[in-house]
Structure formats: C-alpha cells, structure tokens
C-alpha cells in the first residue's frame, strides 16, 4: 500500500534521512522506532507531503504523493495524527470530528462514520459539545486519532500517541490502536514507547540518525538484543 524508497530529506544542508526504504503492507500495523531525534517525525511529515524531499519516493498505491499538495492526499486515503494532538482548541469535540471529514460529499456515510467513532471512543461521545482545548491529554489523544477516522483513510500515520499519557490511557490508546486496525485501517506508527509499540507491530523497522539499521517482525525485533538494549532496557 504504502512503499518509501530511497527518501532523503534535508534541512539545510543537513541530511535528516539519509536514503531510507521502508514498505506498508494493507491491513498491516507497522512501527517505526528509534530514539529522539532519529527522524521518525521528519519521516512522517514526508509522506504526508509536509515537507519536501530532497530524493526519492513515496508511493500510495503506486502513486507518487512527493508531487502532491497535502491537502490533496487526505482524500487519496492517507491521513495524520500528528505528534501533539493539535487538536482545534476552540472548536467543540463534534466540530473538530466535523472538520476531519471536511472533503468528504458522502453526508449519510459521515453520519454512520460519526457514530462509528463514538463507539469507538465513548469518552468523546460524553464530551461532544466541549471545547476540545478543555479535554484532559488523554482525551485530545483520543480526538486527534477520531478526527483522522472521520477522513475515512486507508492508511493512518501516528506519530507519538503515547507521548505524555499515564501508564493507564497508554494501553487504552495502544488498544484503540489494534481496533482501528481490526476495523481495516492500515497503521504506520510512529513511537518512543518501543515495547508497547513492538508488541502491536505486525513489522517494524529501527531508525537511528536517519538510517534504517533493523527491520524485522515486531516479535523479532522485541528479542533482538540490540533492540532491547538500546530502546527496552535491558
């Protein structure tokens, strides 16, 4: 479905992803790990069309999205939920639900959607006419993957869902995650917490200063020792 080749993005005249290759598979779950600063959010930004490569290719279903404006690949199928939430604090949680499936013309499907969402996260069904800046971490985290939903993508990108949740909400979040997934939603994840990552990750690949040095399945990665040394530990 998705498939990265030979991507290089710079910053300046510093190379941040220096030629990585990497595929998503449909129906997939994969996970990109790696310490801060290794590209992981660099890598993201990229496929969604945020920034511009310098070389090489990101193809959604054969096409290439690096000639393509981001919001013209929201509805190719490709949605993110960014690192941070940013959700739109002024607007209610409905609103910001509202806004997620704004090119879409399929009004009936955006309600059965809407609904969807809800069971699927029914904090937000008790807070829909709250303003989305009022809502605890959690549930922004919560708001930002529904948003993505109500885009009805093929593909989700998350980039750090973890970042900042209580030990509790961060397996809430991994496990809305995996039904997203189980729902048929493609998920490449970015993210710090690498045990909980791996456990969910069909494959994943390791970033470190912006080259791949592992890929893998999620189990084989989780008992490299390379991996566990480095990002579980131990």
Do not use: C, W
Request: glycine residues 10%.
């Amino acid at each position: 479905m998705l498939k990265v080749e030979n991507l290089v993005v710079k910053y300046g005249m510093i190379e941040a992803i220096k030629g990585i290759s990497f595929e998503v598979n449909d129906g997939e779950i994969v996970t990109l790990i790696g310490s801060n600063g290794a590209g992981k959010t660099t890598t993201m930004q990229t496929i969604s069309g945020l920034l511009k490569p310098s070389q090489g290719s990101v193809l959604l279903d054969g096409v290439d999205l690096t000639k393509i404006a981001p919001h013209k690949i929201v509805p190719m199928g490709l949605a993110q939920v960014p690192e941070g939430r940013r959700v739109f604090a002024q607007q209610t949680v409905e609103e910001n639900l509202e806004l997620g499936a704004y090119h879409r013309k399929d009004k009936d499907e955006v309600k059965k959607d809407m609904e969807n969402v809800y069971e699927l996260f029914p904090r937000l069904l008790e807070r829909k006419s709250q303003l989305a800046g009022t809502l605890s971490g959690g549930e922004q985290q919560m708001l930002a993957m529904a948003r993505a939903l109500m885009a009805k993508p093929k593909i989700m990108l998350m980039d750090e869902p973890s970042m900042g949740l209580s030990p509790l909400l961060v397996k809430e979040i991994f496990r809305i995650i995996e039904n997203i997934n189980r729902q048929g939603t493609t998920v490449l994840l970015v993210e710090q917490n690498a045990k909980m990552a791996l456990a969910i990750a069909d494959r994943a690949y390791v970033l470190e200063t912006g080259k791949i040095i592992l890929e893998g399945t999620g189990a084989e990665l989780a008992a490299s020792e390379q991996v566990r040394k480095a990002y579980l530990g131990g």
